[in-house]
């Protein structure tokens, strides 16, 4: 599995591959005590590249890859602020592991409340934790040197956007389009089941859930002959449908499990951000920002943000939320299997009310044959 954390590191430096011969994982070492930046060096190198950063101490060297080594006393306030900053250059870091005295139960909840994935008691299981990650990112990369070009290129396009915005960049509309052009062309190529299983099995996370959804929906709007220009705009939609996910903080986004009333509740931003991000982008089209905000829409007012009727639902949008629905179903995610199609297209079939029955009916042809 390549999580959309490890393609925003493709995206940004093409060609650089784990595969090469001699390539040393980064380590990012930030700590408060400089004495400890030659003491992880000795420890750590050559086998891995480590980039020391001192907290306070100048900009954070901005990546997207590696490991994140966090050695600090997180006792003292002004020391978990410089920490939050560095972390918020590095969000895109998938692994972050915290050094952390055992017996101080209440660092340990300080690093996980910082964003650890793991904490450490001792420096020297460091090297324990990153040999394994260093394992499943060498997986990984050989998962991403046999997928499809277009599900590389696809997968980059939105590597490049979120990128931009967890960095507070523009957004290059040119990633969308092209992403897009690259799913339609192989959809009509290869058909859906081809694209759908092959995202399956190289992506995870949002990543996954947006390459599925603008799967599903250009593979709908082929099935019930919609034009070109159509089928594009919808694509349009579907892959940037979700792209205010990439301001929902990753505890939410990628927590195993039900969120509580209060993730959820931010989870539910999500719409409006995009919406927001995208609104004064020259070229956008009306359609394309109607389905970004308005994804989460039922016929019968019980969506979000705007608990639209269905008169101010339009067709297109109703093709998309049927997509995205189907796609979230049979996402597979590590911590349960992926529905089967036909139970989810069942759940669909149950949703009377807030989805045009007879767009369900037309969608079975997608949802179980295609
Ligand atoms: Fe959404
Ligand atoms: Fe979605």
């Given at each position: 599995?390549v999580s959309?954390?490890?393609?925003c590191?493709?995206?940004e430096r093409?060609g650089?591959?784990f595969?090469?011969?001699?390539?040393?994982?980064?380590?990012h070492?930030v700590?408060?005590?400089?004495?400890k930046i030659?003491?992880i060096r000795a420890?750590?190198?050559?086998r891995?590249h480590?980039?020391p950063?001192?907290l306070?101490g100048g900009?954070t060297?901005?990546s997207?890859?590696?490991?994140l080594v966090v050695?600090a006393d997180?006792?003292?306030?002004v020391?978990v602020e410089q920490?939050?900053l560095v972390l918020?250059?590095?969000?895109?870091?998938?692994?972050?592991?915290f050094?952390?005295?055992?017996h101080v139960?209440?660092?340990v909840a300080q690093?996980?409340?910082?964003?650890?994935?793991?904490v450490?008691?001792r420096?020297r299981?460091?090297i324990?934790k990153l040999?394994?990650i260093e394992?499943?990112?060498?997986a990984a990369?050989?998962?991403?040197?046999i997928a499809?070009?277009e599900?590389?290129?696809?997968?980059a396009?939105?590597?490049?956007?979120f990128?931009?915005?967890r960095?507070a960049?523009?957004?290059?509309?040119?990633d969308?389009e092209?992403?897009?052009?690259?799913?339609i062309?192989s959809?009509a190529?290869?058909g859906l089941c081809?694209?759908?299983?092959?995202v399956?099995r190289y992506?995870?996370?949002?990543?996954q859930h947006c390459?599925?959804v603008?799967g599903?929906?250009?593979?709908?709007?082929?099935d019930?002959?919609?034009?070109?220009?159509?089928?594009e705009?919808?694509?349009?939609?579907a892959?940037l449908?979700?792209?205010?996910?990439?301001?929902?903080?990753?505890?939410i986004?990628?927590?195993?499990?039900r969120?509580?009333p209060?993730?959820?509740?931010?989870?539910?931003r999500h719409?409006?951000i995009?919406?927001?991000?995208?609104?004064?982008?020259?070229?956008i089209s009306p359609?394309?920002?109607?389905g970004?905000r308005?994804h989460h829409?039922?016929?019968?007012?019980?969506?979000y943000?705007?608990a639209?009727m269905?008169?101010?639902?339009?067709?297109?949008l109703?093709l998309?939320t049927?997509?995205?629905?189907?796609?979230a179903l049979?996402?597979?995610?590590?911590y349960r299997?992926?529905?089967?199609?036909?139970n989810?297209y069942?759940?669909?079939?149950?949703?009377d009310?807030?989805?045009?029955?007879?767009?369900?009916?037309a969608f079975?042809?997608?949802?179980?044959?295609?």
């Amino acid at each position: 599995m390549v999580s959309y954390r490890s393609f925003c590191f493709e995206a940004e430096r093409p060609g650089l591959s784990f595969l090469s011969s001699g390539f040393e994982m980064l380590v990012h070492f930030v700590t408060d005590e400089p004495t400890k930046i030659p003491a992880i060096r000795a420890m750590l190198e050559p086998r891995y590249h480590v980039v020391p950063q001192l907290l306070g101490g100048g900009d954070t060297q901005i990546s997207s890859n590696g490991v994140l080594v966090v050695d600090a006393d997180l006792r003292k306030a002004v020391r978990v602020e410089q920490i939050r900053l560095v972390l918020q250059e590095l969000s895109c870091v998938p692994e972050k592991l915290f050094v952390v005295q055992n017996h101080v139960r209440s660092m340990v909840a300080q690093a996980y409340a910082l964003g650890a994935t793991a904490v450490v008691s001792r420096p020297r299981e460091i090297i324990f934790k990153l040999a394994q990650i260093e394992v499943v990112e060498k997986a990984a990369q050989t998962d991403l040197a046999i997928a499809s070009p277009e599900i590389k290129e696809s997968a980059a396009a939105f590597a490049s956007m979120f990128s931009a915005i967890r960095g507070a960049k523009p957004i290059k509309l040119s990633d969308a389009e092209h992403g897009t052009s690259q799913i339609i062309s192989s959809i009509a190529q290869n058909g859906l089941c081809a694209w759908l299983d092959d995202v399956r099995r190289y992506h995870e996370g949002t990543f996954q859930h947006c390459l599925l959804v603008t799967g599903v929906a250009v593979g709908f709007a082929l099935d019930i002959g919609l034009a070109g220009p159509d089928v594009e705009r919808l694509g349009m939609a579907a892959t940037l449908h979700d792209i205010g996910k990439a301001r929902i903080p990753l505890s939410i986004l990628d927590k195993p499990g039900r969120l509580d009333p209060g993730e959820e509740d931010i989870m539910r931003r999500h719409p409006v951000i995009g919406y927001d991000l995208l609104k004064d982008i020259s070229g956008i089209s009306p359609e394309i920002l109607d389905g970004v905000r308005h994804h989460h829409e039922y016929l019968d007012g019980s969506g979000y943000p705007d608990a639209l009727m269905a008169p101010e639902i339009s067709d297109p949008l109703r093709l998309l939320t049927i997509s995205d629905i189907f796609a979230a179903l049979i996402e597979s995610r590590p911590y349960r299997p992926a529905m089967s199609r036909q139970n989810a297209y069942n759940i669909l079939c149950g949703m009377d009310g807030k989805l045009e029955r007879s767009l369900v009916k037309a969608f079975r042809n997608v949802a179980l044959v295609a």
